[in-house]
Structures are given as structure tokens and as C-alpha cells.
């Protein structure tokens, strides 16, 4: 039976691939190692409060001086009530710092350099410094160009402590609630994108690419001159890759599970079929554009001519919902989309078979059609 | 009484595009003949060999293996034939058992016949080798091995040797030198090395745009140039170059 099993030309062809898959070390980097270290990476980034320092110029008047001045302005009076640290910097300067903490928002760090008009300017523009501020006649004024999105907030947190006089800093924002519950994260949302995302990958690449390369061999032709099933070729081939997406999928959930608690909140077995039927159409489109061409060099422009656009598109890092209306609908119908949305809705929504079904049903046909129509135009020799 | 040919080719053509690949050529092969077609690259001998192969289809013409043509009977073709293609490369990171045990599979052979192929190309040594580190001889001795796997009745080798050394040359010669003596294959052998050719074929035709200038016995053929003006050859061997010379003017290996 054993043997039987052994000379089967299916398994034959399964543990070729397999062998084929595992003894290549950049398959298990850009296939397991690569996306935890992208959910990690920005997972970590976009998940965890940031401690921020912000640079501030201080222009016109010795403020950050150890002692008062003899008129004191608002920006001296506040550091001296608040306690403002006295440091150097680098190049032995004196600078202070002020820093609000907070646990929530992840505390703000203020480091005051007092520098004359030019010289503020030139770090401005060299992006060493977030705002420039002077005073006059004990009117405040913000130098900050208003387009830099950090240099606003640089603003706002400091215009709203400077009106604030007299040590009014708080510990807490009792009234901010940060959204850390989980399925409203960051990384709830990406996760599922890169599980999509690495089946579209792992199909276009392992799929097309390894036949459009064995066709460029003559391997295929020299497979066909035997009598070799033709359908366990595609077959081995597929199923092997499926598998390996599985254990990706599988590892990639697994390591966002420990490092960032995701779960699943819904239907596991609708979570499965959706997976299955994702592979079933990237797999379907990998064997239609790699069905005529024999050259790897356009093997490598038509997959990254469809892959690249979904990746963009289809919402694996950011909400498409961001691009123009009228390109929403399109953007949706996108595979890549049906099941990069149709995983975040069991996983993050709770969804089911019944909210699932209709991008389950249109990703297997689209399996189906793309798999038929490249059969039809499908180049052995 | 005279056996049928394993292979007969009647009045085939081919053409892609604006060339003319085959230009109507006849060919019979008997079991266990070894014939080389011989000419020089782009001669049509590949052309010639993927029809036969069932690779390509003719233009006009009839091509019988066995007796059979390739519609409706392409399981059966595919099980008494064994070739090596010209420049094929085997899955990079399998090694040597592993892919003669991959094709075994599609003739459903077992791990017998490979031991037995493993032993024949002498690459028992590198059984466990990755192919991607074979030499280019280990690499076209393993073709090799891969097309004598089914114990072919028709064996057909697109230039085995083209671009080994002279060494992994005869040692490919001597594995098909001990199949002639131990087997009844036939043998359709492309190439142009006219040496190869005269070393093992016992028929030769030689071909050049498509259509065969001669065929017959190498001693038959060498026999011919003497009716042919040449250059003097009295003071070497007469060969099949200078027959080819006669014939076209150019040399086998232009």
C-alpha cells in the first residue's frame, strides 16, 4: 500500500514541490518570517502609544536663562513654575525640557533651544525643529508651517499649555478613552490584509511564476512527453501551495495572537471556506496568467501588473475608503478585497456564513472561470 | 521477412511563419536501428524529431510509431518512448534519486528500475546531489537515465552532447554503446558532430533547409564521396564532414 502510495506520480509530484518549496531558504523568508515582521513592525507602531519629542526654537529673549529675566514672559514664567529641567545639548548649548506624561497618549517630551531668527530658520527647514516661538510684549507668537501635521500638533498641546498658567499639567486625560479593546486596533485591521494579501503572493508567485519558469526550461514539455497526467501537474502544484499558505495564515495568526491578543470573534469554519476559496481564486488567476507565455521576464510584468494595483488598492494596510468615491465600488470588487473584508468581518465583526457567503460564492467562481479560461489557452510545450 | 518499421515517415512538411522548417521528408527506422540525423543547426533536425516526438504536428505528411499515429493513441506512444530534449533542466533543488523517482512515477515504475537507470549513468555517487550542482555531463547523463527509465522501445536524443567536453561525450557514447549491444531500442539521434554520429549510428541521414540530402550506411555513404569531387583526402581519413562538404559546400559544424 505504502509503495503503491509512493509510486503514485500525484505524490510524486506533491513531495517534489514540497522539497522544491522548503529547500529554498527565501520561500520561508518572504513567506512566514517576512509578514509577522510587517504585522510586528507596524503592528508595534500603529498599536503602542508613542512617547513624543517635539523641538521648539525659542527666538528674541534669554527665557531658557537659569534665572528669570527681569520681566518675566509667559514662556519663562511657565517653565519656572512647572520646574523645567536645565540640560545641554550636543553641542553644549543650554536647552530645557519639559515633559507632559501621560500614559494613555504616551507622554510629550518639549525641549526649548534658545537660537536667534537664522539660525531657527535653518533648522526649520532641515526639519531638526517642529515650531519656532517669540514673544512680544507678552503676546505669544507660533512660527510652524501649517501644512506639517506635526508641527500643528507641536501647536496645539503647546498653545493649550501656555494658556494654562501655574503647574495645571495633569497626569491623566480623564476625559480621553483610548480605543485599545480589541478588534478596534490598528493591527486588527492589518492582520487580515496580510493574510489576504500573502495568499494572492504566495498564488501569483508560486503558481504563475513556477510555471511560466518550468515552461522557460522546457521542464513542462519534457514532464508532458511522458505520460503524466496533465491535471496532476496543476493539481500537485496547487495543492502544495494552498498548504503552504495555510501554514503562513496559520503562523501569522499565531504570532498576533501572543504578541497582540487578536482573536477570532466569528465563524471559524466560514473564516475556513473563505480562506479555501481565496486560494481557489488566486490560484485560478495564477494558472490564467501564466498559461501562454514561456518568458519569465513576462511573467514577472503580469503578475506584478495584477498584484500591485490590489496591493495598493484592495485596503490591505489602509481603508480604501480613503480613495475617491467613485472608486470605492471598483476597489470592492477586487479579490484581494472580498477577502481581505470578508476575513476582517468574521475576525473583527463576528460575521458568519450568512454575511460572508456572497464574496465566498464570487471568489470560487472567480477561481473557476480564470482556472477554465486559462486551461483553454494553456501552453504545454 | 522484414520487420515493420517503429517509425516511418511519409511526405512531411512543416513551416512556421515564413519558414520552411521540413520540406517533405520520407524516413523508415527499424527495431533496433540506431540512426543519426545529422546537419547543421537549423537544419530542421529538431523539427523533424518534436514530430515524430508528437510535440509538434505536421503540416501535411504521415507519421507512424509503432504502426499507431499520435491521434487517439498518445498513452500508448507515450509509454514505448524515451527522449532527451535538447537543453532541459530538471527541478533545480531535487536531487538525483529524487527526480529519476518523479518520472518513474508517470510511467508507474518503482524504485527497482531506478536503482538499475542510477547504475547504468554511473551517477550512484551522486545520488543524493542536488541538480543544480550536477556537472554539465552528470546533468545530461541523468536526462539520459530519465528517457531510459520505461525501457523505451524508441529512444530519441536531441544533441545529447552538444556543449560537453570530450570525456563526458564518450561517456554518454558508452552508455548508449552498452543499450545497443544489451536491448532492441532504436535510436533517432540529432546532432553535428559527425564523430558521435559514425560512432554509434549504423544509419545516417543527413539533412540541411528541411530536406534530407542522403541517407544510408555510413560505409555506404563514405563509399559515395568517391564519386563525388572533393578536396584531396588521400592523406587522412575520408569522413562524413567531407560528405556533407561535397554537399553543400559548408561544413557540419557552421
Known amino acids: ?381 | 521477412m522484414k520487420s515493420q518499421p517503429v517509425i516511418e515517415v511519409r511526405d512531411v512538411h512543416k513551416s512556421f511563419k515564413t519558414v520552411q522548417a521540413v520540406r517533405g521528408i520520407d524516413l523508415s527506422i527499424s527495431p533496433g536501428q540506431f540512426v543519426a540525423i545529422l546537419g547543421p543547426n537549423g537544419a530542421g533536425k529538431t523539427t523533424l524529431v518534436e514530430m515524430i516526438e508528437g510535440i509538434q504536428q505536421p503540416d501535411s505528411g504521415d507519421i507512424f510509431i509503432m504502426g499507431k499515429t499520435w491521434k487517439g493513441n498518445e498513452k500508448y506512444l507515450r509509454n514505448v518512448i524515451g527522449l532527451s530534449l535538447q537543453e532541459t533542466h530538471f527541478i533545480d533543488k531535487l536531487n538525483v534519486w529524487e527526480t529519476l523517482r518523479l518520472f518513474a512515477s508517470f510511467f508507474e515504475i518503482g524504485k527497482g528500475r531506478c536503482e538499475e537507470v542510477i547504475r547504468l549513468i554511473a551517477l550512484e555517487e551522486k545520488r543524493k546531489a542536488w541538480v543544480v550542482n550536477l556537472s554539465g555531463g552528470q546533468r545530461q547523463r541523468l536526462a539520459l537515465g530519465i528517457a531510459l527509465l520505461n525501457n523505451p522501445k524508441i529512444l530519441m536524443l536531441d544533441e545529447p552532447t552538444t556543449g560537453l567536453d570530450p570525456n563526458a561525450r564518450r561517456e554518454i557514447w558508452a552508455i548508449l554503446l552498452k543499450l545497443k549491444e544489451q536491448s532492441d531500442t532504436s535510436l533517432i539521434l540529432t546532432t553535428h558532430y559527425m564523430e558521435e554520429a559514425e560512432q554509434l549510428c549504423d544509419y545516417i541521414v543527413i539533412i540541411d533547409q528541411g530536406k534530407i540530402l542522403k541517407q544510408g550506411t555510413i560505409s555506404g555513404l563514405l563509399g559515395d564521396i568517391r564519386d563525388i569531387p572533393v578536396r584531396p583526402v588521400e592523406t587522412r581519413k575520408i569522413t562524413l564532414d567531407d560528405l556533407f562538404i561535397s554537399l553543400t559546400g559548408r561544413h557540419l559544424d557552421d
Open chain 1, 1 to 381: 500500500m505504502i509503495e503503491r502510495l509512493s509510486n503514485s506520480q500525484l505524490v510524486q509530484l506533491i513531495l517534489a514541490n514540497v522539497k522544491e518549496l522548503i529547500r529554498e531558504p527565501g520561500v520561508l523568508f518572504w513567506g512566514i518570517i517576512f509578514p509577522i515582521l510587517m504585522s510586528l513592525g507596524l503592528g508595534v507602531a500603529f498599536t503602542k502609544k508613542k512617547d513624543v519629542v517635539t523641538n521648539i526654537a525659542v527666538v528674541g529673549q534669554n527665557t531658557l536663562a537659569n534665572q528669570p529675566s527681569v520681566a518675566p514672559s509667559v514662556l519663562g514664567s511657565f517653565l519656572l513654575i512647572n520646574k523645567a529641567s536645565f540640560e545641554k545639548d550636543e553641542k553644549g548649548l543650554a536647552i530645557r525640557k519639559f515633559t507632559v506624561p501621560d500614559d494613555k497618549l504616551g507622554s510629550t517630551t518639549f525641549v526649548f533651544h534658545s537660537l536667534a531668527w537664522k539660525e531657527a530658520m535653518e533648522l526649520l527647514k532641515r526639519g531638526n525643529l517642529n515650531l519656532v516661538l517669540d514673544e512680544k510684549s507678552g503676546l505669544l507668537r507660533y512660527h510652524f508651517d501649517p501644512m506639517n501635521p506635526d508641527a500643528q500638533l507641536t501647536y496645539l498641546k503647546l498653545s493649550k499649555l501656555l494658556n494654562i498658567h501655574g503647574p495645571a499639567v495633569k497626569e491623566t486625560n480623564a476625559e480621553i478613552q483610548p480605543l485599545t479593546v480589541s478588534g478596534t486596533r490598528y493591527i486588527d485591521f492589518l492582520v487580515p490584509g496580510l493574510i489576504a494579501m500573502g495568499v494572492m503572493m504566495s498564488c501569483m508567485w508560486g503558481v504563475s511564476y513556477a510555471i511560466i519558469e518550468r515552461r522557460s526550461k522546457k521542464l513542462l514539455r519534457r514532464m508532458v512527453a511522458t505520460p503524466m497526467k496533465r491535471s496532476n501537474f496543476l493539481v500537485a502544484l496547487i495543492t502544495v501551495r494552498v498548504l503552504m499558505n495555510f501554514v503562513e495564515a496559520g503562523l501569522l495568526f499565531l504570532f498576533s495572537w501572543l504578541a497582540f491578543n487578536i482573536t477570532i470573534q466569528g465563524n471559524v469554519a466560514a473564516l475556513l471556506v473563505l480562506f479555501i476559496a481565496g486560494n481557489f481564486a488566486f490560484a485560478g488567476i495564477a494558472i490564467f496568467i501564466s498559461s501562454h507565455t514561456a518568458k519569465t521576464e513576462v511573467g514577472n510584468g503580469l503578475i506584478n501588473a495584477l498584484s500591485m494595483p490590489m496591493m495598493v488598492l484592495s485596503g490591505v494596510f489602509f481603508s480604501y475608503h480613503n480613495f475617491p468615491g467613485w472608486s470605492i465600488p471598483v476597489i470592492q470588487k477586487f479579490p484581494l478585497t472580498m477577502m481581505a473584508d470578508g476575513i476582517r468581518s468574521i475576525m473583527i465583526e463576528g460575521a458568519g456564513f450568512a454575511e460572508t457567503a456572497l464574496p465566498i460564492t464570487i471568489l470560487a467562481l472567480t477561481g473557476v472561470i480564470f482556472f477554465l479560461a486559462g486551461m483553454k489557452i494553456f501552453r504545454w510545450h
